[in-house]
Every structure is written in C-alpha cells, then in structure tokens.
C-alpha cells in the first residue's frame, strides 16, 4: 500500500493570493469530518470583481462618448480586475521590481500614458495577446486609454 | 503582418470582394489592415505566425448578415473561418488552417436568446463568453450552473463546438448542445433537431431529431456556421462535497483510473474527473527558473525534490459530489474506501453548500476564470503552448501504456513532463502540455518534431487526438486510416456537396473542400 503524502499546511499554499480568504474558509471545515456550517456574519462575499464585471454600454460600439470606466470592466476585466489572471501576472511583476502589489490592478496605475495603453492593445506584451477591433473598438480604446492613461497623452 | 491573399485570387478581385463585404457589415466592420491580421493571428503558435495568416476579418452582427457574406463569399471565392470569440488557445486561437483566408468573427453576435430555469437551458449566439454567461446567470440568481473549460475566456458555443471539455457532470460540451441555428455554406439556414418545425417548443429539449440528426455534424466541422445552439446547463445542487488525494507516484495513475472509472459507470461519480501531475500545482507558483535553471528537461531526481519541498503528490485526485448533503456523504464514504485500498492518508474534504462563498478559481463548480493561463508566464518570454490530447480507454492497461510511451517521446526530446488524464467515463483524455518560449528557434523546433513524434507513435499503438493545433490537423487526419481513410473520403464528399465552392474553413480538422484539396499537407507532419 502506498502511504499518501503528509499534507500539513497546504491550504495556506495558495497558489494566488485572492484564493485565501477561501481557502482559509474551506481548510477550517476540511479538518474536522463531518464538517461544522462555517458561521458567516454579515452579508455574502458576491462573486469578486473580474467575475461581476459592468455590463457593457449600450449603443453603437464604433461611436465615441462611452463611459471608460464601464468599458474597461466589461471588455477588460476578466483578465485585469481583482483576481484576474492580467491581476495576478502583473502584480507578481510589479513586486519583483519592488513596486507595491496593488500597482499590479491597472486601475491603481498612475505611471500609464494613453498611448502606451493602446499599443499595448494592440500589440499585445508578454502573455498579453493582441486584442482585435471586435474585442475592443478604436473608439472603445480611446476611452479605455483615457480611463487608465492618468500619466497623460 | 503584410497581405496574404486567399489561394487563386487576385489583389482587385480580394479589394472588390471587401467593398462588397463592407455593403454588409459597414466599413467599420471590415478590418483588414497589418494591425488587425496581427490580431487574427495565433498568439502561442509554435512559430511563426506567419504560417497561418488571415487576409482580413468581418464581423457581422446578426444572421441575416452572415447569411449574406457567406453568399458573397461564394461569389467572390473568398474562404471564411468562422470563429466564435477566437479563444481556442493552444490550438490556434482565431487563425484560419488555410493561408489568406478571412476570418469570419461572430463576437459581436453575443445575444443570451433565452434562459429557462425550470428545464436548465440557454439558447446563445457564439459571441456569448464563459463570463457572460455566468454574470448573466448571478445577475439573474438563476438556480443554473455551467461547466466551464480551463481557460474561460473564450465562447460558450465555440468551445462546445470544438469538443471542449470540463469538469463537471455537464463536462462534454458537445453534449450539452441540443438544437442549433446553421447557416450553411450557400447561405441557406436550418435548425437541427426539433428545431427543425417552425416554432416547435423540444428544439432545445430533445437531443435526437425526427430522422437523422445532424447537430454534431456541425462541430468541429467546416460544414456551416452556427449562430444559435441550445445549451443545456446544471441544475445548481443544494451542496457539494470535494475529496483530494495527493498520489505519491507517477505509477498510481494505474489504480487511480482503475478506482474511478467503475465508480463512474456506477454513477457515484458525476463530473469528468482531473488528474493532473505535479507540474500543473508548480507553474502557478512561479517561473521554471525558480525551480530549474537549465534548459532540458527538469531531471527525475530535482522533480523528487520539488515534490518534497512543495508536499505535493505525482498526482493530484480531486472527485467532486453534487447534490444532497446526505447523498453525498454516502457517496463520499463509498469512494473513501475504495481509495482507501491503495492510500493510507484519508482525503482532504471541503463542504460548500448554497450560499457559502466558493473558490472563484474552482472550475468543477462551473466558476470561470482564465487563471490556468498563467502558465504562459512558465518558460518566460513570449510564452505558449500546444496540448498533445490522445483519447485512451479508462483502464490501468491503456493508460498506463500511453503515459509511459509519451512519457519516453517527450524525454527522448529533452522537454519537462506535463500530462495530466480527465476520466469521463470510459474513456480518458490524456492532455501533454508543451510550453515553449515563443523566441526560441530551437526549443520551437523541438516541440515541433517531438509533436510530429506523439502523433506518429500514438496512432502507430492504437490511439487518436481528439482536437489538434491548425499545423497538425491534417497529419492527425491521416491517423484515422481505416480502409484508406474512408472516413476522411466520406468528409469530403460530403463537402463538396455541401459546399462546391469550398468557401468555409478549407481544411478545418484535415477536411479539404475540392477547390483547395492540392493544399492539404496530408502525408507529412509540419
């Protein structure tokens, strides 16, 4: 019979760092079988952010005048929101290079220019891919550029 | 990246083609410039992307206007590649098999039709996302759950149509399909299955057909493009218990397949079952250099280490129950002792029920996420991948027998081990994944003869892929050789008849319409 591996501790290795809260949640009612209902006060945790993202704005995608912030969240989201893999990548990036981890959410950049948002875009950096004009217009990027481009044109 | 055309048509005739294409979507629509084919390129090929360019890409936004592109498509003799969101990473993403040919991108045709909460079904176009559709089932607190595949960034009906798989009870994608919208090749439209009635209530209800049913006909397939498909969904179950394993040795997988494939059967398990080897628990915690900083393959001896430092097993078993609490304990009790035979250690087990906050990375409860992604981050650089996926029947011998043989070929070509098996019943799928630096001419070249070598080995032993990247979808073709590749004659015929022009997907899955047949690489791997 083959012994299974120990595994003390091996919840608290979480593989991303936005899985511990959980994590915690499930380890605590892992240990003991059958587990206790964890006790949960408060109002439910709703899925986070890059698994809620706004809702699209309505109208002629190809037009300006959009909202970026609505843009971003819906068309970027899944990858640069809280939990997102772009999140994750980033931030691992950002700490190498000593840079606080929340620098690693896009939105909390203030070193970005509009332009470098859009070539970046468009021509995709790292494991980044490039994004085509369905995914994301000329006239949604502008706005998107704006929104993230606090450092300026 | 400059101008491929499309085989056998001139530059006039490609300009005049796209004038009248822009008459359908509008000039915003037509994207045809260096930029946009750079987009419409494959962003992990094993190469360059260059191989396999896109002219242009047209993006309609309704069925009307495919059916209308497609019938000019096949005046001008301009190839489309329908895509859904063009997120078939791995295996080509949104880049067309056949050089020059126009990217048909269904994105922004991304309508939630219909949500049926009692019955458990959708009814979605193609440019429905995995996250769409899970925010549209929260916003909506509907008791429904999907089954997603690894990387959900990409569209619910394209990964059904391309056999993606998941790893719930809902896992074979292609099975939860019921009732598609098709438009086919001369631009006429039908609707499978009960569908097939005007107004019939089943359409997305009954898997079958009055006659022969032709939903599967249509994935992976260049015989139309589908712009609606019923999807049935999960109903969300009241709890769910998960049970993990660490499996200390490579070997294990033999009993392991042996331990659940009758459970399986027996139906105390539900979902498609992932087991994964180390490698899939390491490349998310940080880059290979962190752990082997020289460039073959990771020794035997360091991934013992690796194992011990990170306590984690060869293996990973993690079985998921849905339903009553009560059910599931008692199924749990029943796997405990079958594992139980062969480990000492009992497993971990994580309760979540109805309104308990769930791990927003855990795929076996429907949850989307793009996080298996990460893994690009692995070899550093630009970095891909390309997943050698053979289907092997679910018993120790078969399994065993393929992880040893593929484990030798990727050894012989000095490549880390990636493998993992998903066991979905009887059958198994065996997923080698192959992360290479995108920059590295010689690693590249590597992966390319070690790809052309799991093929040639494999079918050579008795076993297939059941998805392949765009530059080997012709050598897998020719693996299916039964009576001088019947099948593959049969395909052909049926194209043809369908679509005497060849204008959709020349040589999707090694299916080459007349028009184009002389481009097929059919003999000889890439």
């Known amino acids: 019979m083959a012994r299974g591996v120990p595994r003390p501790g091996r919840a608290a290795g979480c593989d991303v760092r936005q899985v511990c809260f959980v994590a915690a949640m499930t380890m605590a009612s892992a240990l003991a079988a059958p587990p206790p209902p964890p006790t949960l006060t408060g109002p439910l945790p709703g899925p986070p952010p890059y698994q809620m993202r706004a809702r699209l704005p309505a109208g002629d995608r190809l037009a300006g005048g959009k909202e970026g912030a609505a843009l971003f969240s819906n068309l970027c989201g899944a990858c640069h929101l809280a939990g997102g893999m772009g999140t994750n990548l980033l931030t691992k990036q950002r700490v190498i290079l000593r840079e606080p981890p929340q620098s690693g959410l896009l939105e909390n950049r203030q070193d970005l220019t509009q332009n470098y948002v859009k070539i970046i875009v468009r021509r995709g950096r790292m494991a980044m891919p490039s994004l085509t004009r369905v995914e994301v217009t000329d006239a949604e990027l502008d706005a998107i550029a704006v929104y993230l481009g606090k450092a300026g044109p | ?526």
């Open chain 2, 1 to 526: 990246m400059e101008l491929t055309l499309p085989p056998r048509l001139s530059a006039a005739r490609f300009r005049q083609a796209l004038q009248a294409f822009e008459g359908v979507v509008g000039k915003g629509w037509v994207l045809a410039t260096d930029e946009d084919r750079d987009a419409y390129s494959d962003i992990y090929a094993p190469g360059s992307e260059k191989e396999w360019p896109a002219s242009a890409a047209l993006a309609p936004g309704s069925v009307e206007e495919v059916q209308a592109i497609v019938r000019l498509a096949n005046e001008y003799k301009t190839p489309l590649w329908p895509t859904s969101r063009g997120k078939n990473l791995g295996y080509g993403a949104n880049a067309p098999r056949m050089p020059g040919t126009i990217v048909l991108d269904l994105g922004r045709m991304n309508r939630i039709l219909e949500l049926d909460t009692t019955l458990g079904y959708c009814v979605l176009e193609p440019g429905v996302g995995f996250f769409d559709l899970y925010e549209h089932l929260q916003r909506e607190k509907a008791p429904l759950w999907m089954s997603v595949p690894g990387n959900a960034w990409g569209s619910v009906v394209g990964n059904a149509l391309d056999h993606g798989i998941g790893y719930t009870p809902y896992g074979l994608h292609a099975r939860n399909l019921c009732g598609l919208e098709v438009v086919l090749p001369d631009g006429g439209l039908v609707r499978t299955g009960m569908g097939a009635m005007q107004g019939n209530h089943s359409w997305h209800l009954f898997p079958l057909s009055y006659g022969p049913d032709w939903t599967q006909m249509f994935t992976q397939s260049n015989l139309g493009v589908v712009t609606k498909a019923g999807v049935w969904l999960q109903p969300a179950p009241e709890s769910s218990l998960l049970l993990t394993w660490d499996i200390p040795n490579e070997e294990d997988i033999g009993w392991v397949v042996d331990t659940i494939t009758p459970l399986k059967l027996a139906g105390v398990i539900d979902q498609n079952v992932f087991v994964p080897s180390w490698l899939g628990k390491i490349v998310l915690k940080g880059q290979r250099r962190d752990f082997w900083d020289k460039p073959g393959a990771i020794p035997d001896s360091r991934v013992q280490e690796l194992l011990k430092e990170h306590e984690l097993g060869y293996w990973q078993v993690q079985v998921r129950l849905y339903g009553d609490e009560a059910i599931n304990r008692a199924k749990a009790d029943v796997l405990k002792r079958a594992f139980g035979k062969h480990v000492a250690a009992p497993p971990l087990e994580e309760t979540w029920k109805t309104g308990y906050p769930a791990s927003q990375y855990d795929a076996t409860l429907g949850i989307p996420s793009a996080v298996a992604l990460q893994m690009g981050d692995w070899i550093g650089g630009r970095g891909g991948h390309m997943g050698f996926s053979p289907v092997v029947p679910a018993s120790s011998q078969h399994v065993l027998g393929q992880l040893r043989r593929s484990r030798r070929i990727i050894a012989e070509h000095d490549v880390d081990f990636y493998a993992s098996f998903t066991i979905s019943g009887r059958f198994a799928t065996n997923i080698n994944m192959l992360m290479y630096d995108r920059d590295n001419a010689q690693q590249l070249a590597s992966i390319r003869k070690l790809f052309n070598a799991l093929i040639t080995q494999t079918a050579q032993a008795g076993y297939a892929e059941y998805r392949t990247h765009l530059g080997w979808m012709d050598p897998v073709n020719a693996t299916f050789d039964f009576n001088d590749h019947a099948q593959r004659r049969l395909n052909e015929r049926v194209k043809d008849a369908l679509d005497p022009n060849g204008i959709l997907a020349p040589g999707k899955q090694g299916v080459w319409p007349a028009a184009y047949r002389d481009l097929a690489a059919r003999r000889d791997a890439t």
